[in-house]
């Protein structure tokens, strides 16, 4: 009877963050491979070879590939299985009008995360793929990280994927790198981001904040379960669950106030004074931030999944799970109901007269939100929708790779120091202060080495620095770190670097 010889690997945190497994099994001239979620049975695949020896070098050529991944060897049933909840994706045909869509682009999977700015639309998906397109649909970057996607947030100028692995994703780059690394006994929902500290809600109706080094600053548990509305500003943390809306002092964690009113909160969002929460009551609920009184109640025909309104709050949107859109007033009147076209509404975000939304359907979907286009469409006058194709090529994954120079005239050093069982980064540069953290991808900490960042910003709480634009390793024969000027952040406001 001939031996077996199995082989178990993990990817590791030291990896590229994700929770999957790789096992290998050689039993004379049968090849057997298991894969999947740690904790899951996973998917496995058997194949004959001519001899033992063929098997045993396909077995070889597979486990180094993985390892070349990041896998490493692992003992079994060591790392917790990571529980994961995922939003209903059902949706049922809307019997309105159709809305007025420039553009839609298929991302493959029902899609929760989006984000919008001047210069890009950006989708995730469950199957852990994410795409950048500009305004006019056109495919500019697609990247693959290792779980499906929960949200894509913006923290100034970073932009940030909250993956089901656990991990967030720091998208700024050309490549992902690990950006935030949270607790695999959390079952993440939805996540949030302001100056650097992460605001994360659970399925177990808790919300934990978290600074730049993963370490959680407060925990603080709702009296309902579930939390797929987390918002950050500089005031506090705004947290909705199934009983309601509650908001914490961002420094320390005290309750402000809580609105019951919401309930079964599905989506939130937030203004510079309102919170939003869209819940599965079919109700949009419109909540001052500072004193936690409801202001506005909006009014849907189905069970709310993602909302939206515009900066100033005077619209308001809405997409239910009959695969609708809303709009109103700021005094709660309906002024139009029309049907996506594609797929319920997952999440949304109104942008300079368009109203972007990805859906159960896995569309990111461009909406002409204009009072012309909406009045034309209500009367049947639609524009002709594009659909954007997926481009060919290969998808960027999570890296450590970092290219390497030795010239430290155009940058600003950071070096990589052992504290206690952590590794830090500090600035080596001369004029800055040597006693505050950088915020640097999780996954390139290497102790004793050096980098070169074009700049370094001082995040406004102060107190610690964010490496901004790329990211290079510096030689070991390379010079001393020069002084650097000041100069102005790309936002306009100071960036001050040097120690006061």
Excluded at 216 to 222: A, E, P
């Amino acid at each position: 009877m001939a031996d077996e010889e199995k082989t178990y690997l993990e990817l590791s945190e030291e990896g590229d963050g994700s929770h999957k497994f790789y096992e290998v099994t050689v039993k004379g001239k049968t090849l057997t491979i298991r894969y999947g979620r740690i904790g899951d049975d996973g998917q496995t695949s058997t194949k004959s070879f001519p001899s033992p020896e063929k098997a045993q070098a396909e077995a070889a050529s597979k486990l180094a590939e993985k390892m070349r991944k990041g896998y490493a060897k692992a003992k079994m049933g060591v790392r917790k299985k990571r529980a994961v909840t995922r939003r209903a994706i059902t949706s049922a045909p809307s019997t309105a009008k159709q809305a007025p869509v420039l553009w839609k682009f298929d991302s493959g999977n029902p899609a929760l995360g989006i984000f919008i700015d001047d210069t890009r639309c950006w989708v995730g998906n469950q199957g852990g793929k994410v795409f950048a397109l500009d305004h006019e649909g056109k495919v500019e970057r697609q990247f693959q990280l290792p779980d499906g996607v929960k949200c894509i947030v913006a923290d100034d100028v970073w932009v940030y994927a909250g993956c089901d692995d656990g991990n967030v994703y720091d998208l700024t780059r050309g490549i992902p790198r690990l950006a935030y690394q949270i607790s695999e006994d959390v079952d993440i929902l939805w996540l949030d981001i302001w100056d650097g500290i992460l605001g994360v809600s659970d399925s177990q109706g808790g919300v934990t904040t978290i600074d730049p080094e993963d370490q959680s600053l407060w925990t603080k548990k709702s009296g309902g379960y579930g939390g797929w509305m987390v918002r950050v500003d500089k005031r506090g943390v705004y947290h909705g669950h199934s009983n309601g809306v509650a908001a914490y002092d961002l420094d320390n964690g005290e309750k402000l106030w809580e609105q019951k009113s919401a309930t079964a909160v599905l989506f939130g969002w937030q203004t510079e004074d309102t919170v939003h929460a869209g819940c599965g009551t079919s109700k949009v609920h419109c909540i001052d931030k500072g004193r936690g009184k409801e202001l506005m109640v909006f009014k849907c025909d189905a069970g709310i999944m993602a909302n939206a309104s515009t900066p100033d709050g005077k619209y308001i949107f809405a997409g239910d799970s009959c695969s609708s859109i809303y709009c109103f007033d700021d005094t709660g009147k309906r002024l139009w109901k029309l049907g996506t076209g594609c797929g319920s509404a997952l999440s949304m975000q109104f942008w300079k007269d368009k109203l972007y939304i990805v859906t159960t359907g896995g569309y990111l979907a461009c909406l002409d939100a204009s009072e012309t286009a909406i009045k034309a469409a209500e009367a049947g006058t639609l524009p002709k929708t594009r659909e954007i194709e997926t481009p060919k090529g290969k998808l960027i994954v999570p890296s450590r790779d970092v290219e390497t120079t030795a010239d430290t005239d155009e940058g600003v050093v950071i070096e990589c120091i052992e504290d206690g069982s952590r590794l830090r980064m500090r600035v080596a540069s001369k004029g800055y202060h040597k006693d505050w953290n950088v915020q640097f991808p999780k996954d390139m900490r290497e102790k004793g080495a050096r980098y070169v960042v074009d700049e370094v910003r001082e995040s406004a709480r102060s107190g610690f620095y964010r490496a901004y634009g790329e990211i290079k390793k510096l030689d070991a024969s390379a010079a001393a770190p020069k002084k650097r000027a000041s100069a102005a952040s790309a936002s306009g406001t100071a960036t001050r670097r040097k120690k006061s």
